[in-house]
């Protein structure tokens, strides 16, 4: 179980990368869309995003197939903070603050917890010896 | 003044994703990559994520991401709470203070944003 989860956490940080390029792809395709001209639909950015972001959904099925849900979900969190990286140095105009960085330095901390206590399952629970 | 609207909006979508996201673990376990691309229950999974994510957009164009995004961060309760019962996932003190702390984080951008 152990083994599994440990290949499900790294799917998911690869899923999460993947996403999250998609989500800054779609952001740099979007600028260019003029709506009254339907080619501008496909610029590269745009596209590209489209196909991130479907490859970043098979490697979630594929975290899911192997992780256990309550650990594999959360950590998709972790995409807030390579989306909040990313944007760092691609939108230079999306500012960061203390807010966000103590936002994006707790999710740090919090998904390794979660990988740690899934990997500690069994030695602290919650549940009953007769539950 | 906050809009109420866009509140019930973000809830039914976290409540939408996280019922996805069981549907997709259910159809996942137990199958080899190929065969999940030809069940149902994968697509339905999808058609979930893609409904909340109709409604979250929907939430966005009526509110601001600080007072959005405490409430997207309930989609991780939603999700585990359902991995608990209907998985029989269990937790422990690290899961739930990562939990809690992921929640905390994703209010924190939010707010910052």
């Known amino acids: 179980m152990g083994y599994h989860n440990q290949k499900a956490i790294w799917l998911a940080i690869i899923c999460t990368l993947f996403t999250s390029i998609g989500q800054v792809l779609w952001k740099l395709g979007l600028v260019r869309i003029d709506a009254h001209q339907w080619l501008t639909w496909f610029n590269l950015p745009f596209v590209s995003g489209f196909a991130a ?25 972790a995409s807030y903070v390579w989306v909040s990286l990313l944007s760092l140095y691609l939108f230079p105009s999306d500012f960061m603050n203390w807010w966000k960085w103590s936002g994006v330095i707790i999710i740090i901390i919090s998904v390794s917890l979660l990988g740690y206590g899934s990997s500690r399952k069994s030695e602290v629970t919650f ?4 539950g | 003044m906050v809009k109420y609207l866009a509140l019930l909006l973000v809830l039914i979508a976290t ?13 996942t376990s137990n199958h080899t990559f190929r065969e999940m691309l030809f ?4 697509w339905v999974g999808f058609f979930l994520y893609g409904l909340s994510t109709i409604f979250y957009i929907l939430a966005l164009r009526m509110e601001q991401l600080s007072v ?45 944003s």
């Open chain 1, 53 to 77: 972001y479907g490859i970043g959904a098979a490697l979630m099925l594929l975290a899911f197939k192997h992780g256990e849900l309550s650990l594999v979900y959360p950590f998709i969190a």
């Open chain 1, 127 to 130: 549940t009953t010896p007769h």
């Open chain 2, 15 to 27: 409540l939408i994703g996280a019922v996805g996201a069981l549907t997709l673990k259910k159809a």
């Open chain 2, 39 to 42: 069940n149902s229950k994968v």
């Open chain 2, 68 to 112: 959005v995004y405490p409430l997207v961060s309930l989609s991780y309760l939603w999700t585990t709470s359902l991995s608990i019962k209907f998985l029989g996932e269990k937790m422990n003190v690290w899961k739930y203070l990562a939990l809690g702390g992921i929640i905390v984080g994703v209010t924190l951008i939010g707010v910052g």
